[in-house]
């Protein structure tokens, strides 16, 4: 059974509100589309309101709106293979619906330019170029180096030339003059945004753990859509009081621990609540993942704005390539002690899977845990089966409790 | 009547997955005689059965047949075919003779349900298939009816009486018959499971696209199964109509292109 819901979700939830209702003030201040991982304190410190499709297409997700607007994606001409999160979005868009609708807006924000960085997928591109043909309005951005091994001086003077040159459209657009000092700050916050949620992911190192990675994957709203902003920080300072509270008092995210877990891949974002329990059902935690570590940028730095930013879109794990990919996992493992590694291998997002080149028969060999492979897809719930995927977690868990078993005899 | 003049008629095959299909067709392109039969793995000799029974149906015989235009999964083994021709192109010319205009022909068989846009003189202008993954829409059909335990011929009985669909996933044919037995364990009736699987093909095509009006659906899952149209209105919320005899329309066009063959 799943343990007591976070005290700090009412304040999550007026934060994310908060900033949801400030998109439909966009007539005050410029918008500018940003991928996930893009250069959002640059627009930041231009005086943009930025605008995450990403964030809006889990939502999507989340609402299980996803499966009834993709087919009108489908219809133009977007294959049922490619990023189901541009899918939604855009076939969410053509259909009138939002879950902005929630917040005042009537649709998504229009954009004044729009912003990707091909670290993570070429998909974020595609995406953004749909946009800027329908709106007649610039899209920019960084094409960066991907399956890097060592992330080198090079690499990193590349992708801050390229975020500098997207400076002059960007002022352009904005009628804003970027100004050093500003940049300097808002990278300063981002940094300390940065250290809060890694700090807060970190509590889930304790036993028992007092959140796991289906609560992280709500929790971690502030970092991805707030990055820059003072309100992000302030809303991880509470969360970590009462995670670290919560640890000091022993409260469980799962009661009755016994297995923890890592999970590499994306949130199946229809399914977090039903998986949440079935893990939980078991005394199973998943108390760590990739992705919601993949908000954590310690290479942040403000007294080297720009290079600093480019830096962390470059050391992501998404745009590594294998054995870094594997070191930093075995960290992982290492830190939160778990018993077993979860793979979400998502169908309609390849880049964020880590399943196809042997990985996960690679990693159990090297740290001696079984791992599991979950065919899923983030926003796609026609790729999953609620029956298959809970039949697999079963074995799972069985299979981890008898090599523990095992373990200890030995 | 002069013997020449009843030697002016052609046979069409279509010899899909599911069911052969034949038609005998005289003068003006006017049907004569037609016969269906359940595929079977011996090709040719469901084609013999079908098209001879075809030709009892017009009370001709095989001497009377000035030509056999033969589509379909099996075309090539129609034997003495004087004309083979795609799918999409005998769909196109068989609906077209019988409706006179442009439109968006859906042909639903038992196969991969295809798009095809029907030019102003009859011919394919363009044809769209749905993905691999989303094909075998007529065998999907037998696995729902084995599931529910009823002949095939009642899904439709079921599903015209259903409140609701139930949600039977549209992403690949093999998935969504697992997905039909999870809707059944958590309670969902027959007739919501033989309404969702009719939805289940009707999301495929949706997601084709490029519907233009007038839009008319064939094939021989639209002879069995009118739920699908139903559905596939619903979905496109704009009027669907049905060819008529919507199972020998690719059967029709081989005939009309034999006939233009041997004339």
Same mark, same amino acid.
Request: proline share 4%; hydrophobic share 40%; charged share 20%.
């Given at each position: 059974?799943?343990?007591?819901?976070?005290?700090?979700?009412?304040?999550?939830?007026e934060?994310m509100?908060?900033?949801?209702r400030?998109?439909g003030?966009?007539?005050?201040?410029?918008?500018?589309?940003?991928?996930?991982?893009?250069?959002?304190?640059?627009?930041?410190?231009?005086?943009?309101?930025?605008?995450?499709?990403?964030?809006?297409?889990?939502?999507?997700?989340?609402?299980?709106?996803?499966?009834?607007?993709?087919?009108?994606?489908?219809?133009?001409?977007?294959?049922?293979?490619?990023?189901?999160?541009?899918?939604?979005?855009?076939?969410?868009?053509?259909?009138?619906?939002t879950?902005?609708?929630?917040?005042?807006?009537?649709?998504?924000?229009?954009?004044d330019?729009?912003?990707?960085?091909?670290?993570?997928?070429?998909?974020?591109?595609?995406?953004?170029?749909?946009?800027?043909?329908?709106?007649?309005?610039?899209?920019?951005?960084?094409?960066?180096?991907?399956?890097?091994?060592?992330?080198?001086?090079?690499?990193v003077?590349?992708?801050?030339?390229?975020?500098?040159?997207?400076?002059?459209t960007?002022?352009?657009?904005?009628?804003?003059?970027?100004?050093?000092?500003?940049?300097?700050?808002?990278?300063?916050?981002?940094?300390?945004?940065?250290?809060?949620?890694?700090?807060?992911?970190?509590?889930?190192?304790?036993?028992?753990?007092?959140?796991?990675?289906?609560?992280?994957t709500?929790?971690?709203?502030?970092?991805?859509?707030?990055?820059?902003?003072?309100?992000?920080?302030?809303?991880?300072?509470?969360?970590?009081?009462?995670?670290?509270?919560?640890?000091?008092t022993?409260?469980?995210?799962?009661?009755?621990?016994s297995?923890?877990?890592?999970?590499?891949?994306?949130?199946?974002?229809?399914?977090?609540?039903?998986?949440?329990?079935?893990?939980?059902?078991?005394?199973?935690?998943?108390?760590a993942?990739?992705?919601?570590?993949?908000?954590?940028?310690?290479?942040?730095?403000?007294?080297?704005?720009?290079?600093?930013?480019?830096?962390?879109?470059?050391?992501?794990?998404?745009?590594?390539?294998?054995?870094?990919?594997?070191?930093?996992?075995?960290?992982?493992?290492?830190q939160?002690?778990?018993?077993?590694?979860?793979?979400?291998?998502?169908?309609?997002?390849?880049?964020?899977?880590?399943?196809?080149?042997?990985?996960?028969?690679?990693?159990?060999?090297?740290?001696?845990?079984?791992?599991?492979?979950?065919?899923?897809?983030?926003?796609?719930?026609?790729?999953?089966?609620?029956?298959?995927?809970?039949?697999?977690?079963?074995?799972?868990?069985?299979q981890?409790?008898?090599?523990?078993?095992?373990?200890?005899?030995? | 009547?002069?013997?020449?003049?009843?030697?002016?008629?052609?046979?069409?095959?279509?010899?899909?997955?599911?069911?052969?299909?034949?038609?005998?067709?005289?003068?003006g392109?006017?049907?004569?005689?037609?016969?269906?039969?359940?595929?079977?793995?011996?090709?040719?000799a469901?084609?013999y059965?079908?098209?001879?029974?075809?030709?009892?149906?017009?009370?001709?015989?095989?001497?009377?047949?000035?030509?056999?235009?033969?589509?379909?999964?099996?075309?090539?083994?129609?034997?003495?075919?004087t004309?083979?021709?795609?799918?999409?192109?005998? /769909?196109?010319?068989?609906?077209? /003779?019988?409706?006179?205009?442009?439109?968006?022909?859906?042909?639903?068989?038992?196969?991969?349900?295809h798009?095809?846009?029907?030019?102003?003189?009859?011919?394919?202008?363009?044809?769209?298939?749905?993905?691999r993954?989303?094909?075998?829409?007529?065998?999907?059909?037998?696995?729902?009816a084995? /599931?529910?335990?009823?002949?095939?011929?009642?899904?439709?009985?079921?599903?015209?009486?259903?409140?609701?669909?139930a949600?039977?996933?549209?992403?690949?044919?093999?998935?969504?018959?697992?997905?039909?037995?999870?809707?059944?364990?958590?309670?969902?009736?027959?007739?919501?499971?033989?309404?969702?699987?009719?939805?289940?093909?009707?999301?495929?095509?949706?997601?084709l696209?490029?519907?233009?009006?007038?839009?008319?659906a064939?094939g021989?899952?639209?002879?069995?199964?009118?739920g699908?149209?139903?559905?596939?209105?619903?979905?496109?919320?704009?009027?669907?109509?049905?060819?008529?005899?919507p199972?020998?329309?690719?059967?029709?066009?081989?005939?009309?292109?034999a006939?233009?063959?041997?004339?």
């Amino acid at each position: 059974m799943t343990g007591p819901a976070l005290s700090s979700t009412a304040t999550l939830r007026e934060t994310m509100g908060s900033y949801y209702r400030s998109l439909g003030d966009a007539d005050t201040a410029p918008v500018a589309w940003c991928s996930s991982v893009g250069p959002a304190e640059l627009l930041r410190a231009l005086g943009y309101r930025v605008f995450f499709p990403e964030n809006h297409a889990a939502m999507l997700g989340a609402a299980r709106t996803a499966n009834r607007v993709m087919p009108i994606a489908h219809a133009q001409g977007y294959s049922q293979d490619i990023c189901s999160y541009l899918t939604s979005d855009i076939g969410a868009y053509l259909a009138g619906e939002t879950p902005l609708k929630a917040y005042g807006l009537t649709s998504v924000p229009r954009a004044d330019v729009l912003v990707f960085n091909t670290n993570q997928c070429r998909d974020v591109r595609d995406w953004f170029e749909w946009y800027g043909r329908q709106w007649d309005v610039p899209v920019i951005g960084v094409r960066s180096p991907r399956s890097i091994d060592t992330v080198t001086d090079d690499d990193v003077e590349g992708v801050a030339r390229q975020i500098e040159a997207l400076v002059p459209t960007l002022e352009a657009v904005s009628g804003a003059r970027l100004d050093g000092a500003r940049l300097a700050q808002v990278v300063a916050i981002s940094r300390e945004c940065s250290h809060l949620w890694g700090a807060c992911l970190g509590t889930a190192a304790a036993r028992p753990a007092p959140f796991t990675f289906f609560d992280g994957t709500i929790q971690m709203g502030p970092a991805v859509v707030l990055r820059g902003m003072e309100e992000a920080c302030a809303y991880y300072r509470s969360l970590l009081a009462e995670l670290e509270e919560r640890v000091r008092t022993r409260v469980a995210a799962v009661r009755g621990e016994s297995l923890r877990l890592y999970w590499d891949g994306m949130p199946l974002w229809g399914r977090l609540r039903a998986l949440a329990t079935n893990f939980a059902e078991f005394g199973t935690a998943v108390v760590a993942s990739t992705y919601c570590n993949s908000w954590i940028f310690p290479d942040l730095d403000a007294d080297d704005p720009i290079r600093s930013m480019a830096r962390a879109s470059l050391n992501l794990f998404i745009a590594r390539s294998e054995e870094p990919k594997e070191q930093y996992i075995e960290r992982m493992v290492r830190q939160f002690d778990v018993d077993g590694i979860v793979f979400h291998d998502c169908r309609t997002c390849p880049n964020n899977s880590n399943t196809r080149y042997a990985m996960p028969q690679r990693l159990s060999k090297r740290l001696g845990i079984p791992s599991l492979v979950l065919d899923g897809d983030v926003n796609d719930l026609r790729c999953y089966s609620d029956e298959q995927g809970r039949t697999n977690i079963e074995g799972f868990v069985e299979q981890l409790a008898d090599t523990r078993a095992s373990r200890r005899g030995a | 009547m002069m013997p020449d003049e009843r030697a002016r008629v052609v046979a069409g095959v279509d010899a899909g997955t599911e069911c052969v299909k034949a038609v005998i067709v005289g003068a003006g392109g006017r049907v004569e005689g037609r016969a269906v039969a359940p595929t079977r793995g011996y090709f040719q000799a469901c084609v013999y059965e079908v098209l001879s029974a075809a030709l009892d149906d017009a009370q001709r015989t095989e001497s009377d047949l000035a030509g056999i235009g033969a589509t379909g999964f099996a075309m090539g083994c129609v034997p003495g075919a004087t004309l083979t021709a795609t799918d999409a192109a005998c /769909h196109a010319a068989g609906a077209y /003779h019988l409706i006179g205009q442009r439109m968006t022909l859906v042909n639903i068989g038992g196969r991969d349900p295809h798009l095809i846009a029907v030019a102003l003189d009859g011919r394919r202008a363009d044809a769209r298939n749905v993905r691999r993954c989303a094909a075998g829409v007529g065998s999907f059909l037998m696995f729902t009816a084995r /599931h529910l335990d009823v002949l095939p011929t009642r899904l439709q009985e079921l599903a015209s009486v259903a409140d609701k669909p139930a949600a039977v996933s549209s992403y690949c044919s093999v998935f969504s018959s697992t997905a039909i037995l999870e809707r059944l364990r958590e309670g969902a009736s027959r007739e919501e499971i033989a309404l969702g699987a009719m939805h289940s093909i009707a999301e495929r095509i949706v997601e084709l696209g490029g519907f233009e009006d007038p839009v008319y659906a064939c094939g021989g899952v639209v002879e069995y199964f009118p739920g699908v149209v139903r559905a596939l209105q619903t979905l496109l919320e704009r009027e669907v109509r049905t060819v008529p005899d919507p199972i020998f329309t690719g059967a029709l066009g081989a005939a009309l292109k034999a006939m233009e063959l041997a004339t």
